[in-house]
């Protein structure tokens, strides 16, 4: 099967499934040699590859910036599946990122402009007199998508699907592109 296929199989699943948030993953960066991950949610799914949406300045973003490598890890207990994805990140196009930009609601529009995403701020009210900074400069006026703030598509080079067996006999299949095919195996757990 192709792993996109099987990705939006499970997808599916968890959504219909999953009691919280499918969407939610941990991407993997890498900076100086040392591994980051943090939770950040899948907006789009296209055929070839998985947007999220982040601040460019922001740690992970001058990562992705110096390291184009990225990884994806999906866990759904409710229905005893991780899906672990690694592959190249992009930045979408302007258009893209609009129409998410839009779709979003007014508070989170601002709430981009207002935060430095990963930078020191001196408190947290600072950040809300950033937000009452913006929610008065976009006053009556559509607010705009600040251009750092992007979706990165991850194209993937790896997937591996892990289905959870009894006596921790679990189920691990791989795929991995080589020459523009997919090879599959299947791993001892
Ligand atoms: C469930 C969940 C979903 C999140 N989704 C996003 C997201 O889609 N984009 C994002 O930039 N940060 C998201 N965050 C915040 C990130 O985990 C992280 O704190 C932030 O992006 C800064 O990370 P960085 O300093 O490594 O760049 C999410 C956090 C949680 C707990």
């Not at 607010?143 to 993937?156: A, F, T």
Request: aromatic letters at 14%; proline letters at 4%; a positive charge.
């Amino acid at each position: 099967m192709n792993p996109f296929k099987k990705f939006n199989m499970w997808f599916n699943l968890a959504k219909k499934n999953h009691p919280f948030d499918h969407t939610a993953f941990a991407l993997g960066t890498e900076d100086k040699g040392v591994p980051h991950i943090r939770m950040v949610l899948l907006k789009l799914i296209l055929e070839d590859g998985f947007v999220f949406f982040t601040n460019l300045n922001s740690n992970k973003g001058s990562h992705f910036r110096r390291n184009k490598k990225l990884s994806m890890c999906f866990y759904w207990e409710s229905i005893h599946k991780q899906i672990r994805v690694i592959g190249t990140g992009r930045i979408v196009d302007n258009k893209t990122s609009d129409d998410y930009f839009n779709t979003r609601p007014r508070g989170s529009q601002i709430g981009a402009w207002a935060s430095d995403q990963s930078s020191q701020i001196k408190s947290y009210s600072y950040l809300k007199q950033r937000e009452i900074k913006f929610e008065k400069r976009f006053k009556g006026l559509s607010v705009p998508r600040p251009e750092y703030w992007v979706g990165i598509k991850i194209e993937p080079k790896e997937f591996e699907f892990w289905q959870q067996g009894d006596y921790r006999l679990h189920n691990r299949e791989v795929y991995s592109l080589k020459k523009k095919v997919w090879k599959r195996k299947i791993l001892s757990p």
